[in-house]
């Protein structure tokens, strides 16, 4: 059985799983199906062809699955799609896609702060943390274990490589590298996330093979495409400098450097 308080307004097509909590002044479209044991804390609005897993917890004033913001839709079939064990605390606003078929999408055991917003058509990951405020423009992709600190903006297109964090206040207008921090308007690479990767359990090796990538990519006076190179042909290989270098080369915004 789930709990409903008497003041929610729950369409009576929507699919509610089992166990789930829905509190005062809450609404809950049409369309919307919510996994077990979700918790809607009070005036929580989802709507639109919404889906939400399991162990959902959402706090008051969150705004999750509603129309795009952007200008170019014209109507058609959009979508919003929510993993398990997400956390979204006060004000919390996620919006649908924009064209025909398309999907916003955000995965699993997220901690997403208050006031954050995660535009149309964003591909978020796994164990990300967005601090208050932050702002996800549309089609922004935010690979697994990023960390976006507070009031920071990232311009639509852009991508959050794994394992990286940016600053708190940080204007992001190009990609963002793995295992990277940056910081500043625009902003610039400062370090590797040297904490995270401990946290990890990144191999020292690993670890010190990328500390070397990380100086001929983003030390060095070369062109990137150069110090992709330098760094693919002069580095022991480890899965984790793989994954850094296929990234840079698959950038089509640029890296933040």
């Known amino acids: 059985m789930s709990n409903i308080h008497q003041t929610a307004v729950v369409h009576a097509e929507a699919k509610v799983g089992e166990g789930c909590r829905i509190g005062p002044y809450c609404i809950v479209g049409s369309q919307v199906v919510l996994g077990k044991n ?3 804390h009070s005036h929580v609005v989802i709507d639109g062809r919404t ?15 509603l129309k795009t913001q952007d200008l170019k839709w014209d109507g058609g079939r959009t979508y919003t799609e929510i993993g398990d064990r997400n956390t979204f605390r006060e004000y919390v606003t996620i919006h649908s896609a924009t064209s025909e078929g398309g999907v916003t999408r955000v995965g699993h055991r997220n901690h997403v702060l208050a006031y ?33 600190g507070g009031l920071a903006a990232v311009h639509q297109f852009c991508r959050i490589g794994h394992l990286s964090i940016i600053g708190g206040c940080s204007k992001v207008v190009q990609d963002v590298a793995p295992f990277t921090l940056v910081d500043g308007n625009p902003a610039v690479t400062r370090t590797l996330n040297k904490v995270g990767m401990e946290r990890r359990g990144l191999t020292e090796e690993s670890r010190g093979i990328l500390k070397k990538a990380f100086r001929i990519l983003f030390r ?5 495409s150069s110090a992709v190179e330098k760094a693919g ?10 994954e850094l270098l296929e990234f840079i080369r698959s950038s089509q915004r640029g890296i933040c450097r």
């Open 38 to 40: 979700c918790f809607l």
């Open 51 to 65: 889906n939400l897993g399991d162990d959902n917890e959402v706090f008051p004033f969150c705004s999750i699955g």
């Open 116 to 148: 954050s917003h995660i535009a149309h058509d964003v591909q978020v990951g796994n164990d990300v943390i967005m601090s208050n405020s932050a702002t996800l423009g549309g089609h922004v992709v935010v690979q697994d274990r990023a960390v976006i």
């Open 220 to 224: 060095q006076d070369l062109t990137l």
């Open 233 to 242: 042909n002069e580095m022991s290989d480890c899965s984790e400098l793989s």
